[in-house]
Nanobody, 121 residues
Framework: QVQLVESGGGLVQAGGSLRLSCAASGSAFSIAAMGWYRQAPGKQRELVAAITGGGSTNYATPVKGRFTISRDNAKNTVYLLMNSLKPEDTAVYYC???????????????WGQGIQVTVSS
């Protein structure tokens, strides 16, 4: 089973920056698209940003121009650089990946455990 482990969250003032990281580990796997989702209290989980294996990206409208997603394929790691943070960015952020399991020869969606990002006003 592949594990996705997030890091880099925390508390920051409005206007500040944070960089989230998510590293995949395990055996007999490969990863296609990766992304970040977030879930604020009382709200549904929503896509923040995604990146394909080839590096194509897409962003949710509220974060365009402020957040940047990138990945290091050699390290099976995806990053989310968040600039100009706003209180409404406060949420638990989840890493997601489309994972190919070589043992079972099948795809599945992997999720990290989530990491808290809190932006104070």
């Amino acid at each position: 089973q592949v594990q996705l482990v997030e890091s880099g969250g925390g508390l920051v003032q409005a206007g500040g920056s944070l960089r989230l990281s998510c590293a995949a580990s395990g055996s007999a796997f490969s990863i296609a698209a990766m992304g970040w989702y977030r879930q604020a209290p009382g709200k549904q989980r929503e896509l923040v940003a995604a990146i394909t294996g080839g590096g194509s990206t897409n962003y949710a409208t509220p974060v365009k121009g402020r957040f940047t997603i990138s990945r290091d394929n050699a390290k099976n790691t995806v990053y989310l650089l968040m600039n100009s943070l706003k209180p409404e960015d406060t949420a638990v952020y989840y890493c997601n990946a489309d994972i190919w399991n070589s043992d079972t020869e099948g795809w599945y969606a992997g999720w990290g455990q989530g990491i808290q990002v809190t932006v104070s006003s």
